[in-house]
């Protein structure tokens, strides 16, 4: 693939979580990503992080196999790593013994400094810490994990690959590279802004379940109708929830103020049994092409074949395997055919040789158990 980081080199060393998916979205992008396997493995089709990467295959516990590494890393523009702080120092391979142009990515969930910066977490354990988890429950029910989208990927993968990238830029007005420290701890705070800004105006209140964006409001949720399908409502602005209740067979003038926080559970007990009379796809025909925000709640296998996201390719199928398209897109530099996921250590003969060394020195690291 070519694209508009083509001439970027990035090394990865495996792991979990969001600095491979940090990975695959520069590869993307068009970047030339190197991933540093433990071991040759065959190629799984669906791990779709490894999408339009190389692999290398070493065993980094030998002296040279962190030399190949060290001359790989000497090659690269950038390095990703996600394990827990002092792992790639006790591997001699920490930000002190690289070039100082190279841009050295550190993906954590607790961040490489503090007094739980060694102990293991999840997404949902960051989102519980930072007190985001708390905002995603009910008065009567305990929270419910959103997937590992927040943290993991949102607040992670996504603020690595903005300060990865934020660092190149840097670079070029410097010379110098630098460590990008990306802990989820510290991203998903930083996408907290607009609900930090209601908090201080009075505007989000306890318990939760109570608010515009938590399932408090009746014009911004989730109802069931008659065919226990669902329908996603999110009608915030004043002419967009007019619109919900004309759909509805409604009108203003029957209703209590939309922000009446007081009729809010009325409110939802009315929509609901309105929403209850008839299946989801009658719904999503009134509402067509109209601004009152409200939209099926699709299953991935709808989604697939929405009649909008279907014609812009948004899920493509690579191997049999379905996956999103690179995001975001660009004019200049558009996507080419997605490649399938390479196989640990599928190309390490190749990259060694790129490296300079021989036929005779790879058949060596090879009968040395250096590459695996």
């Keep these: 693939m070519t694209g508009v ?136 029910a305990p929270p419910k994990p959103p997937l590992n989208l927040v943290a993991d990927y949102g607040g992670g993968a996504l603020f690595l690959v903005c300060g990865l990238l934020a660092a190149v830029i840097s670079r070029g007005v410097t010379g110098k590279g630098q460590v990008v420290d990306a802990a989820m701890i510290d991203g998903v705070p930083a996408m907290m802004g607009l609900i930090h800004g209601m908090m201080a105006q009075g505007d989000w209140r306890d318990p939760p379940g109570t608010n515009w964006l938590d399932g408090g409001a009746p014009f911004y949720r989730c109802y069931r109708c008659a065919d226990g399908r669902d329908v996603a409502v999110g009608a915030l602005e004043p002419q967009f929830y007019a619109l919900l209740l004309d759909g509805l067979g409604l009108s203003d003038a029957m209703l209590p103020d939309q922000n009446d926080r007081g009729s809010w559970p009325d409110m939802t007990a009315r929509f609901a049994t309105i929403f209850a009379r008839h299946p989801r796809d009658h719904w999503a025909e009134v509402f067509s092409g109209t601004d009152a925000c409200v939209a099926p709640v699709l299953s991935m296998d709808e989604a697939a074949k929405d009649a909008h996201l279907a014609p812009r390719g948004t899920y493509v199928e690579v191997g049999g395997v379905r996956q999103s398209a690179p995001a975001p897109r660009f004019s200049r530099a558009p996507a080419g055919t997605l490649p399938a996921p390479t196989a640990p250590g599928a190309q390490t003969d190749v990259i060694l040789a790129e490296l300079g060394y021989d036929a005779s020195a790879i058949r060596d690291l090879h009968d040395g158990g250096v590459c695996t």
């Design 5 to 140: 980081l083509d001439g970027l080199r990035v090394v990865e060393f495996a792991g979990l979580g969001p600095a491979p998916l940090a990975g695959q979205l520069l590869a993307d992008m068009g970047a030339q990503v190197t991933v540093i396997d433990r071991a040759s493995a065959p190629v799984d089709p669906t791990d779709v992080n490894r999408r339009g990467k190389r692999s290398v295959a070493l065993n980094l516990k030998s002296h040279q196999g962190r030399d190949v590494a060290q001359a790989l890393i000497a090659q690269s523009d950038i390095l990703i790593e996600g394990f827990r702080p002092g792992v790639m120092e006790r591997l001699g391979l920490g930000p002190e013994t690289c070039p100082d142009t190279l841009i050295y990515g550190r993906m954590t969930g607790w961040g490489q400094s503090g007094p739980m910066a060694h102990v293991a977490g999840h997404d949902i354990t960051y989102l519980a810490t930072t007190g985001v988890l708390s905002l995603m429950g009910s008065a009567d």
